[in-house]
């Protein structure tokens, strides 16, 4: 069965304090793996699509890399604006998203 | 860019009503997908549709049922609502031309009293 796993569960990290979140995957194949950003009660913003080992993409503070069993976001110097709940989903056919539990981020000033 | 729209953004039924959820995607795109999301819980698959034809199922209750019709939007349409079904329903859309990348709407907040 497919799992994808997310840790921490919570992470608190002072302004500046730079940190990576972790998503474990298992999948029959492959199909792509996404990272969401999700604020309390609103719909999951997309953030990064990676697809094959050894890949990276960057978006302001966020940097997100792919092995094959695994994801990694590393946020660097963090603000208070980059709390949220960061989401980790796969897909495993043309349609389905399998998510983690998420990982929830708060930075304080 | 234009976005997701989701309609209502709340909602408050009773047991055993029925409720509508609309959808309308990013202009383009061509597959709508259904999630629900309960409290402190992450995104379950329910249902897609590619071109208005269903193209997956999750674990959507034999109680709902959704379509997407000729102009692209879609509706979830869910019967003899329970306590349980309390939950964010978010409706996200994407294209074959753009690498499947799921756009989400703000969701629609469903409470069963």
């Known amino acids: 069965e497919d799992q994808v796993t997310q840790s921490p569960e919570a992470l608190r990290l002072q302004e500046g304090e730079s940190s990576s979140l972790n998503c474990s995957y298992t999948?029959?194949?492959?199909?792509?793996l996404f990272w969401y950003r999700q604020d309390p009660g609103k719909g999951p913003e997309f953030l990064f699509t990676?697809?094959?080992a050894g890949e990276e993409k960057e978006k302001e503070r966020l940097k997100a890399t792919l092995t094959k069993k695994e994801s990694f976001l590393h946020i660097t110097a963090p603000k208070p604006e980059d709390s949220a709940t960061y989401l980790c989903a796969v897909r495993v056919n043309d349609y389905k998203l399998s998510f983690g539990a998420g990982t929830t981020v708060t930075v304080r000033a | 860019a234009a976005g997701v729209i989701q309609s209502p953004r709340h909602l408050i039924k009773e047991k055993r009503e029925t409720a509508t959820l609309k959808c309308y995607p990013i202009p383009r795109h061509d597959t709508v997908y259904w999630y629900q999301q309960g409290p402190g819980q992450d995104p379950q698959f329910l249902i897609s549709f590619y071109e208005k034809m269903q193209s997956d199922k999750g674990s959507i209750p034999d109680r709902f049922s959704a379509q997407q019709f000729s102009d692209y939007h879609s509706e979830l349409n869910m019967s003899s609502l329970e306590l349980g079904d309390s939950a964010l329903y978010f409706c996200a859309s994407s294209s074959r031309t753009n690498s499947y990348e799921q756009y989400f709407g703000p969701g629609t907040r469903l409470t069963v009293t």
């Open positions: 999948v029959s194949g492959l199909r792509g």
């Open positions: 990676l697809y094959s």
